[in-house]
Every structure is written in structure tokens, then in C-alpha cells.
């Protein structure tokens, strides 16, 4: 029973804390059944200093917040065990009572020790769409091993969602699931386990349309797999990613699919697969209901996924400058991607070059970020005599970009270049 906040007066603890506790590791959210809700709320506020408020006051549900430490209360029904059966697995099929004791009626402490994950009943799994995908989550997340009929009734489950003689989840809740799954750095393994059991086609299409397209070259895996080996690769190398990155690494090529051409040489290509990404990655989290501004930095990174790293200092220099707001996360998806292929044509000397363009890139990173710019706008206008407009947008881009390359250092040189820009652009004032 977890000590760290006070207990109610009555109830059972219940679900997922439970399970955690067995598991040894510090629940942080709280599920009471208890006869009074509100009551029990609003005392464990009071004692812990935090704050009550309904959740479904239709429903008598209340949540008390005691630092980071969330409480959840619910009536307590007359018939626990009936309640418990009703739940999706069964090592979230336990509750505990005050004084410690376990109401176990399914069996679940058996399989947290046995590292099994098994549903309650299929009537169970079935009442609730999102319970499918749960599954792949709580596997995932608690290194589950799927239970055989479990795993049965599950891959069957997507099946008749996919068919549409079951509901889809709500796609807030599967977004939800899924950024479950993103957060833990056994994503990929769960995303796997999701496409095998029929899960993944009913929420990530763009993805599983990537199956069986084999790549050569430089790649081993098909499309598919190697995303799913990229995102790996990330969360290896790059712990600290945020989730915008690593959707951005798993969807890097989704415009693969719908892009694949062989050219004379018999070699299979993929022209523009990341301007069709950049769409399709949009698409797939619009409908899951992503942040406005996640979406834009997802899209983005894939466009940009296939930049050419520069080959000298000038041209890292450009790099930065151009590419400044993906940084570094653009660099950390293309060291993924790179690091995902082992095809025939990777060789050491070509991981050796890739690596030299990436300290190039990183070293002006380290820099100094850029300093005011030579000129300002009024400046442009009065030199080159011209009006407010996308002219001077374009001559101050012309002179950032000339002074981040070093080709201008000073308000004279910046001067002469625009003059010898606007002559030959035709401006006139």
C-alpha cells in the first residue's frame, strides 16, 4: 500500500497502482473506489495542501491533486469483484484494501510475477475500443509478454475494427496510447507489436502502406521496418528527444509509398518521397489530433530529412543559417536515419564523411548566435531607393545569408552587394 499520501477512510485502492506497486516501482497516480467521493476528495486536499475538483459530478467522480501525486475517486459499488472483472487485464484487475490485504479474484499478482499480460475476458476487451491498442502500451511499457489467447482475441479485435463491425477508439484516445508508447524507449518494439497484431494500419495507414516496399542501396530493411528502426536508433542515441522529434523520425518517409519509381539503371528511387511526407505526416496527425505547432515542426523535419550534409565550411555555414530553427533535431533524425541502413552500398568511409559533415554543422552550432544585421530595413530603402515591400524582405535575406557564409563582414561590403543585387535584378528606384 503506497504510504506517500494519506489514506481515505474507507475504499479500496484500485487498478493500475496496484499493479505498480507489485511491480515495485512508486505509483504516482491513484484510483480509489470509496463510499463518498466528494468527501474523500476534498479531506485529502485539505490534509496535503493541493486542490479537489469534479471530474463527472453526474457521476459522483472527484480528483484530488496532492503535489504530483494524483488521486482519483469513485463510488464504490456494491459488488467489487464484479467490478474488478469488468476491468481490460488482469494485473490491473487487483485492489487493495486498508489494511493491506489483496482482492486478486483473476489471479493478476500471478501474472505481474510471471510477466504476462492477459485480458480479463474477451467481453471485456471488447467494451472498450481503445483496449486493443492499451494492450500493446501496458506490453510495452511493463515488458509484458502477450498471453496466446490474449494476443488472439486482440489481433482479431483490430480485425473487425478495420472491417468496421467494430468502433475505431476516439482519436484523442488513441493519440493518447500512442504517446504512451512514443514516450518509452521501447517505442519501436511496441509500434512492431502494434503492426503485427493488425493495430497500427487502423491509426498510422501512411505507416503500414510503407510494408514491403524494399529500398537497396544503402538500406537492408523495407520501408516500414526501417522507420520503425530509425525511431529505435533515435531513442538509443537521443533519449532526450521530444515527442515532435520522434514522430518526425518514425514518419521520415511515409512519401515513400506513393513515390517509388526505378530508374534505367534498374535501381528503385523514391524523387520527392519527403515533400509527399511532409503532407501525408501532417495528414496522419491532424487526424490524431496533434498540437497545431507539433504538426508544423513534424512536417518540416521531414521535408527536410534529405538535405545533403555540406562538404565544407562555406557550405555548413549556409547549412545553419537556412536550417537554424530545425536545429539540432534535424541532424539528430538524419544521424537515425543514417544509422537505420546498412545496406550493400554502406562502408565505413561513408559513415566516416557523414560524421566529418556533422561536426562541420555542429561547430558552427557552438557559435555565437548571429549578431544584428549589418543593415536594417530603412537602410536598404534609402540605399536602394525603393518602397516597403517584399524587395527589401528579399535584399536583407540576400545580405543574413552572405554575412552567416562570410562572404560580407562589414556595412560597406553589405552595401556594395546589394547595389551590384539590384542592378542586376533590374530594381530601380
Given at each position: 500500500m503506497p504510504q506517500s499520501t494519506p489514506l481515505p477512510t474507507a475504499g479500496f485502492l484500485v487498478g493500475g497502482a496496484v499493479r505498480d506497486a507489485l511491480l515495485g516501482t512508486v505509483p504516482r497516480d491513484l484510483d480509489w473506489l470509496v463510499p463518498d467521493p466528494e468527501s474523500e476528495a476534498r479531506r485529502l486536499a485539505a490534509a496535503t495542501g493541493g486542490s479537489a475538483f469534479a471530474l463527472d459530478a453526474e457521476r459522483g467522480h472527484w480528483r484530488a491533486v496532492a503535489g504530483t501525486t494524483i488521486l482519483d475517486f469513485t463510488p464504490l459499488a456494491s459488488d467489487l469483484e464484479s467490478d474488478l472483472r469488468q476491468r481490460d487485464f488482469t494485473v490491473n484487475a487487483m485492489a487493495a484494501a486498508l489494511d493491506g490485504s489483496l482482492i486478486d479474484p483473476l489471479k493478476g499478482r500471478e501474472d505481474v510475477r510471471s510477466g504476462r499480460l492477459r485480458m480479463t475476458s474477451e467481453a471485456a476487451l471488447a467494451a472498450d475500443p481503445v483496449r486493443p491498442l492499451r494492450g500493446v502500451r501496458f506490453a510495452t511499457v511493463l515488458a509484458l509478454t502477450l498471453e496466446p489467447a490474449t494476443r488472439r482475441a486482440m489481433a482479431h479485435a483490430a480485425a473487425e475494427q478495420s472491417s468496421g463491425a467494430r468502433a475505431l477508439p476516439a482519436w484523442e484516445r488513441a493519440r493518447d496510447e500512442l504517446w504512451a508508447l512514443l514516450s518509452h524507449p521501447a517505442a519501436a518494439r511496441g509500434l512492431a507489436l502494434a503492426d503485427e497484431l493488425g493495430l497500427l494500419r487502423l491509426v498510422l495507414p501512411e505507416l503500414t502502406a510503407c510494408r514491403d516496399i524494399e529500398q537497396g542501396g544503402y538500406h537492408h530493411l523495407d520501408v516500414l521496418h526501417h522507420s520503425l528502426e530509425a525511431l529505435n536508433q533515435l531513442l538509443q542515441g537521443f533519449p532526450e528527444a521530444d515527442l515532435a522529434l520522434r514522430w518526425a523520425t518514425l514518419l521520415h518517409d511515409v512519401g515513400k509509398a506513393g513515390t517509388r519509381g526505378t530508374g534505367e539503371d534498374g535501381r528503385t528511387h523514391f524523387y520527392g518521397h519527403a515533400r509527399l511526407g511532409q503532407d501525408l505526416a501532417g495528414t496522419a496527425l491532424t487526424r490524431l489530433r496533434e498540437p497545431r505547432e507539433r504538426i508544423r515542426r513534424v512536417a518540416e523535419l521531414v521535408r527536410y530529412h534529405m538535405l545533403p550534409l555540406p562538404r565544407d565550411d562555406r557550405a555548413a555555414r549556409r547549412f545553419v543559417h537556412r536550417r537554424r530553427v530545425l536545429l539540432p533535431d534535424l541532424l539528430?533524425?538524419?544521424?537515425?536515419?543514417?544509422?537505420?541502413?546498412?545496406?550493400?552500398?554502406?562502408?565505413?568511409?561513408?559513415?566516416?564523411?557523414?560524421?566529418?559533415?556533422?561536426?562541420?554543422?555542429?561547430?558552427?552550432?557552438?557559435?555565437?548566435?548571429?549578431?544584428?544585421?549589418?543593415?536594417?530595413?530603412?537602410?536598404?530603402?534609402?540605399?536602394?531607393?525603393?518602397?516597403?515591400?517584399?524587395?527589401?524582405?528579399?535584399?536583407?535575406?540576400?545580405?543574413?545569408?552572405?554575412?552567416?557564409?562570410?562572404?560580407?563582414?562589414?556595412?560597406?561590403?553589405?552595401?556594395?552587394?546589394?547595389?551590384?543585387?539590384?542592378?542586376?535584378?533590374?530594381?530601380?528606384?
Open positions: 539528430k533524425l538524419m544521424i537515425a536515419d543514417r544509422e537505420a541502413a546498412r545496406g550493400p552500398l554502406a562502408s565505413e568511409a561513408n559513415r566516416n564523411a557523414y560524421r566529418l559533415a556533422l561536426s562541420r554543422v555542429l561547430a558552427i552550432l557552438d557559435e555565437p548566435p548571429p549578431k544584428a544585421p549589418l543593415l536594417d530595413g530603412e537602410a536598404v530603402m534609402l540605399l536602394l531607393g525603393i518602397p516597403p515591400g517584399p524587395r527589401v524582405g528579399e535584399a536583407l535575406a540576400l545580405l543574413r545569408e552572405a554575412e552567416a557564409v562570410g562572404d560580407i563582414a562589414t556595412p560597406e561590403q553589405a552595401e556594395a552587394l546589394l547595389r551590384g543585387y539590384a542592378e542586376a535584378q533590374g530594381w530601380h528606384g
